[in-house]
């Protein structure tokens, strides 16, 4: 066995990471107890004893932004610039992909980097067993619930919004003639995709409810297929809150109310209600309570500006309980995380009473708990002063893109439906076309993204999009100044 000595001269500096020895050295204690992994900056989250601290302490904790004189849209000029220092690269990059990836706050970073640098030192076991880490990593669940107005015990971690759809999805029983209803026409090919293969596989049936002619959810067509349905055939209604261009939000609650009216709750023997809440995690407040649905799929990298490969599901407890008479899901998969195996009186499994059923035994410690630093970080700033930022920053947007010769908003009215989001969509073939637009804009050092028809295939096919649209995402650390920027960048494509 090393001493002390041996453990500091093999661990004494790795890479960019100082990795100490505590000061005193402890008979039979832990090597996670003598180690740390400390980073560059002098706020690392890694005590001297190599534990985690229970949660970094957010840059403005304590100090919760309130509404103030000169405050438009949500946030004054002032916490726009504090926002701003959080994320250094906004110095020198304007960052509009908020509906892709936006640009995590150096909180959300040291989290994440101050976990794998404790990896690096000690080992991914021992990093994740430590006490603090335990309590920190407890800590995400209670404040994705705290996001969604949920409870803990029905927040899963996933690696993707994708995963948890599908996971959930799958994972609802079928038999020949049941049926699993879109609606709306702006489904996400990744579920509509995820929804045909689960009905191939049981000799069932997909159907898509179209929207009204603003491209909203046409409420009394939705009644009208719920009705029409074959007797407890309808196993699931899966929606999507914010299409992924289209720049509009769904009013799902009513269209959860039409379901939950028609076809009953599943206590009441209706059908499961799945909600693709990608977009508007992190951009619109979300309460499960009032919106109604049996499941929730959300991630960490879009508007709550988390890392990539993260994300989460909400089950609702009455799902986790067994409640649904006429519906039987459980995970699509599982492995020993999920379930206990049995092997007396005979073979079998138990699952676990909560949503980490849904979680299988390997995940990116590191990942979820710079996830829960994200959720804190939005949290912290207000989710409902957030969606006024951004609802406002993007209408902004659209009316100065809107006086440029050459570019058309494509964004949907969607009637009476729950208005426009911080999804900007513009065709801009005139000038080039939209790869070569975000080209142009990359090189201007300005990030934004380019949807293809395919992406929503129902939508563009009735909306005739036949070509690939230019999406600009803002978030609430934008300035107008910025958007100045983006739409002279794009102007200037007219002319070369």
């Known amino acids: 066995f090393l001493s002390g000595s041996h453990w500091a001269q093999m661990l004494g500096r790795a890479g960019s990471s100082i990795v100490r020895v505590a000061a005193r050295w402890q008979g039979g204690s832990s090597i996670r107890d003598r180690c740390c992994a400390?980073?560059?900056?002098?706020?690392?989250?890694?005590?001297?004893?190599g534990a985690p601290l229970a949660r970094r302490k957010l840059h403005h904790s304590g100090t919760a932004f309130t509404d103030s004189i000169g405050t438009v849209g949500g946030l004054s000029d002032f916490d726009v610039a504090t926002l701003r220092g959080d994320t250094p690269s906004c110095q020198d990059f304007i960052h509009?992909?908020?509906?892709?990836?936006?640009?995590?706050?150096?909180?959300?970073?040291?989290?994440?980097?101050?976990?794998?640098?404790?990896?690096?030192?000690?080992?991914?076991?021992?990093?994740?067993?430590t006490e603090k880490t335990l309590v920190a990593h407890a800590a995400v669940y209670t404040s994705i619930a705290k996001l969604l107005n949920g409870a803990p015990r029905e927040i899963a971690l996933m690696d993707s919004s994708t995963t948890a759809y599908t996971k959930f999805l799958h994972g609802v029983s079928l038999s020949p003639g049941d049926q699993l209803i879109s609606v709306g026409e702006s489904e996400y090919a990744a579920n509509a995709i995820a929804m045909l293969l689960h009905a191939k596989r049981h000799n069932a049936s997909v159907i898509f409810v179209p929207g009204n002619p603003e491209g909203g959810i046409d409420l009394a067509r939705l009644q009208q297929v719920l009705a029409d349905a074959p007797t407890d055939k309808v196993k699931v209604v899966s929606l999507t809150h914010i299409p992924t261009n289209g720049g509009i939000v769904y009013d799902v609650r009513s269209?959860?109310?039409?379901?939950?009216?028609?076809?009953?709750?599943?206590?009441?023997?209706?059908?499961?209600?799945?909600?693709?809440?990608?977009?508007?995690a992190g951009q619109l407040e979300l309460d499960v309570s009032t919106l109604g649905c049996d499941a929730l799929a959300a991630t960490s990298r879009?508007?709550?500006?988390?890392p990539r490969g993260a994300g989460f599901l909400f089950v609702r407890g009455a799902v986790l309980d067994g409640a649904a008479t006429n519906v039987y899901t459980e995970p699509g998969s599982i492995?020993?995380?999920?379930?206990?195996?049995?092997?007396?009186?005979?073979?079998?499994?138990?699952?676990?009473?909560?949503?980490?059923?849904?979680?299988?035994?390997?995940?990116?410690?590191a990942s979820?708990?710079?996830?829960?630093?994200?959720?804190?970080?939005?949290?912290?700033?207000?989710?409902?002063?957030?969606?006024?930022?951004?609802?406002?920053?993007a209408e902004r947007l659209r009316v100065s893109l809107s006086k440029i010769d050459g570019v058309k908003v494509m964004d949907l009215d969607g009637g009476p439906d729950g208005g426009k989001c911080g999804i900007v969509t513009v065709d801009v073939e005139p000038l080039g076309g939209a790869a070569v637009v975000a080209q142009t804009a990359l090189r201007a050092r300005i990030a934004v993204s380019v949807c293809v028809?395919?992406?929503?295939?129902?939508?563009?096919?009735?909306?005739?999009?036949?070509?690939?649209?230019?999406?600009?995402?803002?978030?609430?650390?934008?300035t107008e100044a910025e958007l100045q920027t983006v739409c002279d960048v794009i102007a200037a494509c007219r002319a070369t």
């Open 302 to 306: 879009k508007w709550l500006r988390g």
């Open 368 to 393: 979820q708990l710079a996830l829960g630093t994200a959720v804190d970080y939005a949290l912290n700033v207000g989710v409902g002063r957030i969606e006024r930022r951004v609802r406002y920053i």
């Open 453 to 478: 028809p395919q992406s929503t295939a129902l939508d563009s096919a009735r909306r005739h999009i036949t070509h690939p649209t230019l999406r600009i995402s803002p978030h609430y650390f934008n």
């Open 335 to 365: 492995d020993l995380f999920g379930a206990t195996w049995t092997v007396s009186p005979r073979q079998g499994y138990t699952l676990r009473d909560d949503a980490r059923r849904y979680e299988f035994w390997e995940n990116s410690v």
């Open 255 to 280: 269209a959860i109310k039409v379901v939950h009216d028609t076809l009953g709750k599943i206590e009441d023997g209706g059908p499961m209600v799945l909600l693709d809440a990608c977009q508007s």
């Open 38 to 49: 400390l980073g560059r900056r002098p706020i690392g989250s890694w005590s001297a004893a």
């Open 96 to 129: 509009l992909n908020a509906a892709g990836a936006s640009p995590p706050p150096d909180v959300v970073v040291d989290t994440q980097v101050d976990h794998l640098r404790c990896e690096a030192a000690i080992g991914g076991y021992a990093a994740a067993a």
